[in-house]
């Protein structure tokens, strides 16, 4: 099977679907703090860098996808907390393979900035795996299967 472009030449895929969600810089991040446990928005803001503005947006945009939920934990002023809901945990394994590929192609002398741990207690080094016979899944593909 081949993925046929669309009117304008450009193919429609489930990779394009997914970057029109999350495929913005402050989106990933904000995802990566909530897995990481910070879900007060001013802590996202100085953990990620990002213009209060642009995040403001990002979490808008997540939270209208499914992906993010607001819980107020604050009456006066009104606050709430960002929590990813069960399809926003989902990104757990995306997140995971772009921290690992980072560690293992961008790390500068010093190493990756933090080691994650299994619970096995050694470091946690993630793979793509096809869950019909547990083969790993190949670096690079040719055309879908059919």
Not at 98 to 110: E, F, I, N, T, V
């Given at each position: 099977?081949t993925?046929?472009?669309?009117?304008?030449?450009?193919?429609?895929?489930?990779?394009?679907?997914?970057?029109?969600?999350?495929?913005?810089?402050?989106?990933?991040?904000?995802?990566?703090?909530?897995?990481?446990?910070?879900?007060?928005?001013?802590?996202?803001?100085?953990?990620?860098?990002?213009?209060?503005?642009?995040?403001?947006?990002?979490?808008?945009?997540?939270?209208?996808?499914?992906?993010?939920?607001?819980?107020?934990?604050?009456?006066?002023?009104?606050?709430?907390?960002?929590?990813?809901?069960?399809?926003?945990?989902?990104?757990?394994?995306?997140?995971?393979?772009?921290?690992?590929?980072?560690?293992?192609?961008?790390?500068?002398?010093?190493?990756?900035?933090?080691?994650?741990?299994?619970?096995?207690?050694?470091?946690?080094?993630?793979?793509?795996?096809?869950?019909?016979?547990?083969a790993?899944?190949?670096?690079?593909?040719?055309?879908?299967?059919?």
């Amino acid at each position: 099977m081949t993925i046929a472009p669309n009117d304008d030449g450009a193919r429609t895929c489930s990779v394009a679907r997914t970057l029109d969600v999350v495929g913005e810089k402050w989106s990933l991040l904000a995802v990566r703090e909530m897995i990481l446990g910070n879900h007060r928005f001013a802590d996202m803001v100085k953990r990620t860098g990002a213009p209060r503005d642009i995040l403001t947006t990002r979490l808008r945009k997540l939270e209208a996808a499914g992906l993010v939920e607001r819980r107020q934990y604050s009456a006066r002023p009104l606050r709430h907390e960002y929590h990813l809901t069960e399809l926003g945990d989902t990104l757990r394994p995306v997140i995971s393979l772009l921290r690992q590929w980072g560690d293992d192609h961008l790390a500068d002398r010093s190493g990756p900035p933090a080691v994650f741990e299994h619970e096995c207690g050694h470091p946690l080094r993630v793979e793509v795996v096809c869950t019909h016979c547990g083969a790993p899944a190949p670096q690079a593909s040719g055309q879908p299967a059919e």
